[in-house]
């Protein structure tokens, strides 16, 4: 029996509708089918580098990663946990030497602000150079009051005393371009008590000293400068 023509028409376009749904569902598993074929083959363009020599991840062709070393020992990257078994840090100056630069320091400077009257100038001044370098400069600050003050001190009899007290260190450094060494530039508070004709005053200065480290490994004080003012001049009957 033949179908007439609008069965016909009908029968047709069921079957195109079916190989349409057809090829899109070749389409899908063909795409799908491809990318789970690149994930499995690990076909990315970026490798990657362990520290294991000879490692599956390492790039195309075989060429060994930035920085390996062939194919003995292991690795020195991050992964491998070397950057803990690095040595420490060494110090500029070790704290021991530290506290033997500021013991030095404060001698000096209390033992600057401490004499009296009848002090000789070069008695008083001996074991203070035993403290300081070489320089003419701080040699020559190393001195009594001169002068009117000195005549003034002997006339009233003055005494002076000298406290050094150790505040913070303001530089620790090795200069090893110039060959300067090792030097620690430090705070220090001074509180100085004065005694003429019967009255006592005090005053407190901050000053900045400076010391190296010299040859057999002793501090040395280098080079003095004020640094700041307290109380100056007060007296202990004021107030």
Same mark, same amino acid.
């Given at each position: 029996?033949?179908?007439?023509?609008?069965?016909?028409?009908?029968?047709?376009?069921?079957?195109? !509708?079916?190989?349409?749904?057809?090829?899109?569902?070749? !389409?899908?598993?063909?795409?799908?089918?491809?990318?789970?074929?690149?994930?499995?083959?690990?076909?990315?363009?970026?490798?990657?580098?362990?520290?294991?020599?000879?490692?599956?991840?390492?790039?195309?062709?075989?060429?060994?990663?930035?920085?390996?070393?062939?194919?003995?020992?292991?690795?020195? +990257?991050?992964?491998?946990?070397? !950057?803990?078994?690095?040595?420490?840090?060494?110090?500029?100056?070790?704290?021991?030497?530290?506290?033997?630069?500021?013991?030095?320091?404060?001698?000096?400077?209390?033992?600057?602000?401490?004499?009296?009257?009848?002090?000789?100038?070069?008695?008083?001044?001996?074991?203070?150079?035993?403290?300081?370098?070489?320089?003419?400069?701080?040699?020559?600050?190393?001195?009594?009051?001169?002068?009117?003050?000195?005549?003034?001190?002997?006339?009233?009899?003055?005494?002076?005393?000298?406290?050094?007290? !150790?505040?913070?260190?303001?530089?620790?450094?090795?200069?090893?371009?110039? +060959?300067?060494?090792?030097?620690?530039?430090?705070?220090?508070?001074?509180?100085?008590?004065?005694?003429?004709? +019967?009255?006592?005053?005090?005053?407190?200065?901050?000053?900045?000293?400076?010391?190296?480290?010299?040859?057999?490994?002793?501090?040395?004080?280098?080079?003095?400068?004020?640094?700041?003012?307290?109380?100056?001049?007060?007296?202990?009957?004021? +107030?």
């Amino acid at each position: 029996m033949e179908l007439d023509p609008d069965q016909k028409r009908k029968g047709f376009l069921a079957l195109a !509708v079916l190989g349409l749904l057809l090829v899109a569902v070749l !389409v899908v598993f063909t795409v799908f089918d491809g990318e789970e074929d690149g994930r499995a083959g690990g076909g990315g363009t970026r490798p990657t580098a362990t520290g294991e020599p000879g490692g599956d991840d390492l790039p195309p062709g075989g060429d060994t990663p930035p920085g390996g070393g062939g194919t003995s020992g292991g690795g020195t +990257g991050a992964a491998g946990g070397d !950057v803990a078994e690095l040595p420490e840090p060494q110090p500029v100056v070790p704290m021991s030497e530290v506290g033997a630069a500021h013991e030095v320091m404060a001698r000096y400077l209390a033992g600057t602000a401490t004499y009296d009257h009848a002090s000789d100038p070069e008695e008083w001044r001996r074991p203070l150079t035993e403290l300081i370098t070489d320089d003419t400069a701080i040699r020559d600050e190393t001195s009594l009051p001169t002068g009117q003050e000195w005549d003034q001190c002997k006339a009233d009899r003055c005494t002076s005393r000298g406290k050094a007290t !150790v505040m913070r260190d303001a530089l620790v450094s090795n200069d090893l371009v110039k +060959g300067g060494g090792r030097q620690i530039s430090t705070v220090i508070q001074l509180d100085t008590t004065r005694t003429a004709k +019967g009255e006592r005053t005090t005053e407190s200065n901050l000053w900045l000293v400076t010391a190296v480290s010299g040859r057999g490994g002793d501090w040395k004080v280098s080079g003095i400068s004020l640094f700041g003012l307290g109380n100056v001049g007060s007296s202990d009957q004021a +107030g």
